[in-house]
């Protein structure tokens, strides 16, 4: 349960955010304590090439995690090859190819939880499903039980939404970066659907929250022209959008709750600077800022004006509080509306 | 799902408290639960001695209409004892939880009918005696599988979703009547049974986790005699609304404000033996606990402010002043309330510099 977002603004840059809430215990406890996105590109490759990459996973918290061990991964095997090569020059590894390369791992990933699966059950794995039989000590034995063939390929085909490995198959994610030769680029992965694909609109949410981040993101979305949409959305009014979006889905879903990883991507900025994430109390006022602007506690020039400062000009937070308590018309109102009071 | 909590505080009286949480189809958040409720026609209460809650946990749906049912069949036996097959009119909080409960368990059992006429044409009763009749022509319920989906609306099972909501219900029934005091029965949907409630506090739903450890903290800490004696009624609402903070931090499906009622079997009229506090300050008190369960006020404050919201019905922003101007670091506490972490820590040296 979880709300993961990302937008593209141009060629350039794009943003993502995300929540922290986690479940336990059959949906009964939670807690403000998850990690949901992970940059990807180890320091010292992002500094030489400027490449940079952020996944954010949705589902369960351990298969999440693997898929962002899986992509650390790839960019170091990626990198070493790379040493060997020394007169090799360009890409190292483009967005798309890295998004190829995830799900060839998150296949073999896939396969690796169903052989365990199968075998603590019935002795056997995958591929002996596949040939018919499988050996043992004692010799060869054929698989021919009707009911077993058809749990074991449900096992593997997750046919009927199958229970016991639900914990593998409801996983999705986003795959969001940049890299020199392609520019800004988002992939969505849906464990579902056995699929990856890259994001055509300039949007992509996942996670129980989806659905009413999917509002937003498409009103504001549809309000922009196709020039727009194709050469470059407004960075400040696109972070109030995707931060609206995370907010609805925090008040109105279940399992989206704490604060905002909010993880922005500029290729046009030294290679140091190409990724930044705002995990902290600015991301917390970033959202406050948003909801009341859309409660209509503050002006929209003001909320523009603190989204700016907070994300994009590094402000100072007590300053930057001070500011929007000092310039909202009733303050008392907006503290009561973000303790979580009902209007008077 | 949410929470429902009680404490008695003594032999006379008790509280009750209820979130207003619900998550729509078990994916939307929403706030507008109204799980307490009062019972009885005041008129019968003001004369009769006796008052009743219900506390219900569950999809709203059915127990929207189990409760106004449960309302309607106890006003008419009131009001006519006879016409409903009684010899007596209610005489103890026992009476009007067995009527409750029966009526809860019909408004479960015609729903179950509904779904069941629906797709097969038959009801409940129908699959116990093997047969219905149509068109005046007896069919049996021969059939083994059509028997055997049948008998699924029947059973509790948390895996056949049709019925699910209709059984994962629970309830506290808590009043007075005169010869009894203070006291309440849990009931569950799951097994259809009525207990007794014992001890110093129940918690239902889905923050019980959370509560009842809360609760447990509280009381492992008060000797049996003095667990006996009861406490005050100051006591016992920080405990109620520390044990609605806990569920609240800890546990999904509880949020939103807090609604109490304070049940006393020892007021001279009906509007002094069953009060209700809800609204802004009722919000208001489950902030000032968590101020001081988090160490940003002390416990004496809380209690003097709550005390002052829900007894002594104090206006609220002059509490809100006094609270804000109780606490050493009033820049933390606001963001404290605000959902800001610590990040707290630094904001809090900060404020306290």
């Known amino acids: 349960m979880t709300v993961v977002n990302a937008i593209r603004f141009d060629d350039f840059s794009g943003a993502m955010v995300c929540d922290e809430q986690v479940s336990w215990g059959n949906m009964q406890r939670k807690g403000d304590v998850g990690d949901k996105i992970l940059p990807v590109i180890p320091p010292e490759i992002q500094n030489e090439l400027g490449l940079v990459a952020a996944y954010g996973g949705s589902g369960t918290s351990s298969v999440s995690e693997e898929i962002k061990k899986i992509t650390a991964d790839l960019i170091i095997e990626e990198s070493e090859k790379r040493k060997l090569r020394p007169r090799s020059n360009g890409s190292l590894i483009t967005i798309g190819v890295l998004a190829q390369r995830i799900f060839q791992k998150l296949s073999i990933m896939k396969r690796e939880h169903v052989d365990e699966y199968l075998y603590h059950r019935y002795g056997f794995k995958g591929n002996d499903l596949i040939r018919g039989f499988y050996e043992t000590q004692s010799g060869k034995i054929e698989i021919n039980q009707a009911e077993i063939i058809d749990e074991a390929q449900a096992a593997m085909t997750w046919k009927g939404g199958f229970s016991d490995l639900k914990f593998l198959y409801v996983n999705r994610g986003i795959l969001s970066g940049f890299e020199p030769t392609e520019g800004f680029r988002i992939f969505y992965f849906n464990m579902m659907t056995f699929s990856y694909e890259p994001v055509g609109a300039v949007f992509q949410s996942i996670g129980s929250g989806q659905d009413t981040s999917d509002l937003e993101f498409a009103e504001f979305v549809s309000s922009k022209t196709l020039e727009e949409r194709r050469v470059h959305l407004d960075p400040v009014e696109a972070m109030v959008s995707i931060v609206q979006a995370t907010n609805q889905a925090s008040k109105n879903n279940i399992g989206v709750g704490g604060y905002y990883n909010i993880v922005l991507f500029d290729g046009r900025k030294p290679n140091k600077n190409k990724i930044i994430e705002i995990a902290d109390e600015k991301a917390k006022l970033c959202s406050e800022t948003v909801a009341a602007y859309k409660a209509e506690i503050i002006s929209r020039k003001l909320a523009f004006h603190v989204v700016e400062e907070l994300l994009f000009n590094n402000a100072d937070f007590d300053k930057t509080e001070k500011e929007l308590f000092d310039k909202c018309p009733a303050p008392r109102k907006l503290s009561r509306f973000l303790r979580g009071y009902k209007p008077e | ?353």
């Not at chain 2, 239902?204 to 450890?213: M, P, R, T, V």
């Not at chain 2, 940003?296 to 002059?318: G, M, N, P, Q, W």
């Open chain 2, 1 to 353: 799902m949410s929470v429902v909590n009680l404490i008695r505080i003594n032999f006379h009286s008790g509280i009750m408290v209820a979130d207003e949480e619900f998550w729509r189809r078990g994916t939307r958040r929403t706030l507008y639960l109204d799980n307490l409720q009062p019972l009885l026609p005041e008129n019968f209460c003001e004369h009769s001695g006796i008052a009743a809650v219900i506390g219900l946990d569950g999809d709203p749906s059915i127990t929207y209409e189990a409760t106004l049912q449960a309302k309607k069949h106890l006003e008419k036996i009131i009001r006519e004892p006879e016409l409903s097959g009684r010899e007596q009119t209610l005489k103890t909080l026992k009476d009007v939880v067995d009527i409750t409960v029966a009526q809860i368990k019909l408004s479960i059992r015609n729903r179950i009918d509904n779904q069941m006429r629906f797709v097969y044409g038959f009801d409940t009763n129908d699959l116990n005696r093997g047969y219905f009749e149509t068109d005046g022509k007896k069919i049996e319920i021969k059939q083994e599988k059509i028997r055997n989906d049948a008998l699924k609306w029947t059973r509790y099972s948390k895996d056949f979703a049709l019925t699910k909501p209709l059984f994962e219900i629970t309830a506290l029934i808590a009043g007075f009547d005169p010869k009894n005091g203070f006291h309440w029965y849990e009931w569950s949907g799951e097994s259809g049974n009525v207990m007794l409630g014992t001890g110093t506090f129940d918690s239902i739903g889905k923050g019980s986790d959370a509560s009842s450890l809360a609760f447990i903290d509280i009381f492992r800490r008060v000797e049996l005699l003095r667990r006996r004696q009861g406490m005050t009624i100051e006591e016992a609402l920080l405990a109620l609304l520390e044990s609605l903070e806990a569920a609240t931090r800890f546990n999904h499906e509880v949020g939103g404000y807090p609604h109490f009622v304070i049940l006393d079997s020892k007021g001279k009229k009906h509007a002094q033996r069953l009060l209700e506090y809800s609204g802004h300050g009722a919000k208001l008190a489950l902030e000032i606990v968590t101020a001081w369960v988090h160490g940003y006020i002390e416990k004496a404050v809380a209690v003097e402010l709550v005390t002052s919201l829900v007894i002594e019905r104090k206006d609220f922003i002059k509490v809100e002043e006094a609270f804000m101007k109780s606490c050493a670091q009033p820049t933390a506490l606001e963001h404290f309330l605000r959902g800001y972490k610590n990040t707290v820590t630094h904001l809090s040296r900060r404020a306290g510099s």
